[in-house]
Nanobody, 126 residues
Framework: QVHLVESGGGLVQAGDSLTLSCAASGRTFSSWHMGWFRQAPGKEREFVAAMRRSGGNTYYADSVKGRFAISRDNGKNTVYLQMNSLKPEDTAVYFC???????????????????WGQGTQVTVSS
């Protein structure tokens, strides 16, 4: 059984920074691509960022490119999302997800991910 647990969400002001963490159970964490998605009220869940299982390559949605950074520590079974220059439109529930099938790169569709966390709320006030 794989469990993903996000943490680090909260209420911040526009322009602030926040770092999300996602701790994963399972001994094969290093063999998964990892991704972050977000879902705002009334909107579909959307791709934010992904990182290769090796930790070498990253990929970002245009809306966060240059402001967000995904990283991982395979020794700690943890993936991070550093979010800088936050905007009110970044307000959403953020989910981490694991792609264990490794069908392609980059995995931007939520259907490419097998395991999901419960989400953590990020609210950015103007």
């Amino acid at each position: 059984q794989v469990h993903l647990v996000e943490s680090g969400g909260g209420l911040v002001q526009a322009g602030d920074s926040l770092t999300l963490s996602c701790a994963a159970s399972g001994r094969t964490f290093s063999s998964w691509h990892m991704g972050w998605f977000r879902q705002a009220p009334g909107k579909e869940r959307e791709f934010v960022a992904a990182m290769r299982r090796s930790g070498g390559n990253t990929y970002y949605a245009d809306s966060v490119k240059g402001r967000f950074a995904i990283s991982r520590d395979n020794g700690k079974n943890t993936v991070y999302l550093q979010m800088n220059s936050l905007k009110p439109e970044d307000t959403a529930v953020y989910f981490c997800a694991a792609d264990s099938t490794i069908a392609g790169w980059p995995p931007t569709s939520l259907y490419e991910y097998d395991y999901w966390g419960q989400g953590t709320q990020v609210t950015v006030s103007s």
